[in-house]
């Protein structure tokens, strides 16, 4: 019951509260800068409110908190994701506020991004440890059970998926569905293991991403912005580490890793070949560009991510 409860007050609190925060961004004239070499169609999207990250991640920290409080499940793992959220959130919040905001595109630069990344996770994996999370990590025969060995991997893993996920925002509702998806697969994998702290909090996000995806689907009225695609990558990542299967990512996640893939394929080709090997990257935009519809790409990448998502607990029972 509890669990249900979780799900829809940060539904309703996000659904609540979007339509203030569209209104402002359009009453201020923020919005989403297109990217010039994209598709031209996607010069539409310009002016659309952006930064919609920021209401489901607030919601969902607030649900917590107020939740967990009342039925008594702030633990260490519910803690350690409503840090998590916070902290990848606070990245993706000042790098979007800067850019909206102040009219800097670049916003935070890369290396400022990657050091603060890189310091958060590694933060969140000593205030687990210390909220009585007995992290390890387990490969092939071995377990490793040292906080900074974990805490190293925690941290490639954090930076990698959660921007991973960032290069998958990029089309209406994309990066929420599939975010969707992968929570609900790693909500079920926490009840399977009886981890209430995890099925909490995972529960928290995921009534905001069905809230949220109202406003984001086609035609998006907003965007979620590097505020929310940087927290639910890092999310995933973390949750994968407290359940002790973090390469269950690689296919939970799989698109996402797909995306990223595409991108360093791209660059590394044309930095050693001068060619390109898709028409654009990442490879959502290469699709568009031989002629898919923005809604077949979205959907085929869903069902992607959902088939993946089944696949890997089929594999778990094998």
């Known amino acids: 019951m509890q669990f249900t409860l979780t799900l829809l007050m940060s539904f309703i609190g996000t659904v609540a509260l979007m339509p203030w925060f569209i209104r402002y961004f359009k009453k ?11 598709p031209l169609w996607h010069q539409a999207k310009t002016g659309t409110p952006t930064m919609g990250g920021t209401v489901f991640i607030v919601v969902a920290i607030a649900v ?23 902290a990848f959130g606070a990245i993706g919040f000042v790098d979007d506020f800067i850019s909206i905001f102040q009219k800097r595109n670049e916003g935070l630069t890369a290396s400022q991004k990657f050091i603060a990344q890189i310091l958060f996770s590694f ?11 007995h992290w390890q990590l ?3 025969d071995y377990t ?5 060995l974990v805490g190293l991997f925690a941290s490639f893993w954090m930076v990698g998926f959660s921007n991973a996920t960032n290069l998958t925002d990029g089309l209406d509702g994309l990066a929420t569905g599939l975010a969707i998806i992968a929570y609900g697969t790693y ?29 984001n689907k086609r035609p998006a009225k907003i965007f979620m912005g590097d505020v929310g695609s940087l927290a639910l990558g890092a999310g995933l990542a973390i949750i994968s580490l407290m359940l002790d299967r973090p390469f269950s990512l690689l296919i939970i996640g799989s698109v996402f890793v797909i995306e990223t893939a595409s991108v360093i394929l791209q660059v590394l080709s044309f930095k050693t070949r001068g060619r390109r090997i898709f028409k654009m ?3 959502h935009h290469h699709f568009e560009m031989v002629g898919w519809s923005e809604k077949r790409v979205v959907y085929t990448f869903w069902a992607v991510g959902l088939l993946s998502s089944i696949l890997y607990l089929l594999m778990m029972k094998s």
């Open 64 to 86: 917590i908190l107020i939740l967990g409080v009342l039925f008594g499940l702030l633990n260490g793992f519910s803690v350690s994701i409503l840090l998590t959220l916070f």
């Open 28 to 38: 201020k004239k923020l919005g989403q800068t297109t990217r010039e070499e994209g």
């Open 123 to 133: 933060l969140i994996i000593l205030l687990g440890n210390v909220l009585g999370i």
């Open 144 to 148: 490793i059970q040292s906080t900074v």
């Open 281 to 283: 990257s990442p490879i």
């Open 187 to 215: 909500a079920w994998l926490a009840y399977q293991q009886g981890n209430q702290g995890v099925l909490f909090a995972t529960m928290a996000v995921i009534g905001g991403l069905l809230g949220f995806l109202l406003y």
């Open 138 to 140: 387990s490969l092939f």
